[in-house]
């Protein structure tokens, strides 16, 4: 792409970067949640400009860089510690949330099968990038794809508020705030950002936690290709499908977190990198409040929004209750 399409969107992200910083440190209120709270006003006020949309649809990749980079404040030997009951944590509420939805969607609320897919997946996995993954893969109609994903981004824009108020209000450790975010949670943007909000560990758990689910994302979407070729009697997807849809960043993240577990970095180095890490993540949130549209919210319709947030509640509860009970 031309950079110079790129650039008035770029600059945007900057200065709403720079005036996030600013704002927080005279109120005294997390930088990364009044980046998206900034992006939000001025996407559902003024609205974005079609020239400045090329260069704010980067955010994902500042998002993606500054998860990589976060690897390096990662501690390998505290995540062996106390990784193995996360891990275990991770793929049952996966499970979990995903077959919920789906028998809600399905034997309770009668809605479209592949409809009913696209919530599970975003639901239980990555939120809407989840959301496009499955719907592509399994050929869903664009309104299913449309609705499906304004669901997920109606929790974001309320899980963003109500996960740090709960939080406080329970006085929740950074590791079981962190873990629980990245478990209960749906889009990795918004957990990375209220574990932040809350503390250094809080981010650095919410991050990891939410990575291993996203790791899922490969064996899903293939999972669901499978199911529909079938039923349609068509051929199953190749393995292919498998590395294609599998978020590449995670592997970054591991890579540095190794390096930096090993000594190789100095404590200069490491400063550096975390205060490099800090600001691709207020581009990012700065970008992700633009994609929270008041009309996306509501046009989305009560039923599938009721499915997902029974699946929810019963999920965020009972992970919540497993980790104090773990931590």
Known sequence: MNGSRLLPGLL???LGAILARALAASLGFSHLL????LG????NTVGVPDRLEPGIATHKLWLGGGIVLMGASISLETVLEVGGPVLLLVVGVTTTTLLTVELLARNVFGLADRLGSLLAAGASICGVSAVVAVAGAVRAREEQTAYAAATVLLFDAITIVVYPIVGDLLNLSGTVFGAWAGVSMFSTGPVVAVGFAHSEVAGQWATMTKLSRNALIGVVVLAY???YAREAGGRRPSVRTLWDEFPKFVL???ALAVVASAGVLS???LNSIENAYNWLFVLAFVGLGTEIRLSDLRNTGATPALVVLLAFLATSALSLTVLLAVF
């Open 252 to 254: 970054g993240f591991l």
């Open 225 to 227: 290709a499978s199911y």
């Open 34 to 37: 009044l980046a998206i709270a």
């Open 267 to 269: 404590s200069a180095q």
């Open 12 to 14: 945007t992200l900057c």
């Open 40 to 43: 939000f006003v001025a996407t």
